[in-house]
């Protein structure tokens, strides 16, 4: 089936989901109220009608499904209106603000068979499909901690923290790795440059099976970070998305005990090795599978309940951050 897609906010991210869903859906309608949208992407995009409101949008009953694309705080409210319009939804990251948002939007979504999926991009990441496989496949041994480093200099945001602007990335990937709800999360940050944005946050989730995770959050650093790191007991691995060509690497290293050292515990290290990764674009294999869910492919409900965990432990670190 060709799915009939409407698209509301066309900045400097949703662009790159137009252009995806264009070469592999119906792209039926765009929306964006900023100045020169309307000329740029109907100039760009012919085939597709323009909204001045996202009701107009909505009330088209021949559509199918509705990307959205705009600022973080409206997120909610368009994926709500959009699925009480009977529309799947794909919404960018995150796909609300509040644990009680998030929850709101995932029964009216269940209740309706409709697919509401977050825009997790890397989740859809071949590196990090191979670290689940890795860790799934029991070849780590058992996983004790993860960690992510998500550092650069800017992009220096004015409205949203490093938690919420950066943090997402790397929570979506933990939860995902790890298949557990955090049972304790401590976020501490700091803001430098603006009061109430803190530029820089660090971040520690303990799960129920006693693993550990760690985050370092920030956009004023001069190292240029996108990595995570899973430490096992057999094998640690690491994704680095800024190789070219070793985005995962697995170390032999282990914590070791020895039968002759009387309980002391040892380590060991072996080889490194460098699997193959394949170099398909993970936005696009991210709007595949959304359009795979609405076509009716898969568990449409998983997704909407994997969001819903980001922003469940986004809520508790933010209220650790907020001094709660
Ligand atoms: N998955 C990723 O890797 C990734 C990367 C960057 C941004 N994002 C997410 O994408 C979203 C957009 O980010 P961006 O960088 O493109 O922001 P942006 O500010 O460049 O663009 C947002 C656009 O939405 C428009 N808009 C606002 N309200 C609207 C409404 N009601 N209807 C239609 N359009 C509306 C604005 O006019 C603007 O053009 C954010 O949620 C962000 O978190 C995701």
Redesign the pocket.
Known sequence: MTVRIGQ???????KNLARNFADLADLAWL????AG?AEEFSGRYPQARWADT?EEMLADESLNAVVV????P??YE?AKQALEAGKHVFV??PPAMKGSEIDELVSIAEERDLVLMP?H?LLYHPGVLKLKELVDGGELGDVLMVYGNRQNLGVIRKHENALWSLGVHDLSVILYLLDEDPVEAVALGQSLLKTGVEDVVFCYLRFPSGKIAHMHLSWLDPHKMRKMTVVGTEKMAVFDDMELDRKVTVYEKSPWKPVDTYGEWQTRTGDIHIPKIPTDEPLKLECRAFLSLVDGEGDRRQVARDGARVVRALDMLTTSLDGG
């Open positions: 509301a906010g066309l900045g400097e991210w949703g929306s964006d109220p900023a949208k996202f694309a705009t600022p973080v409206t997120h368009l960018e990251k825009g991009l």
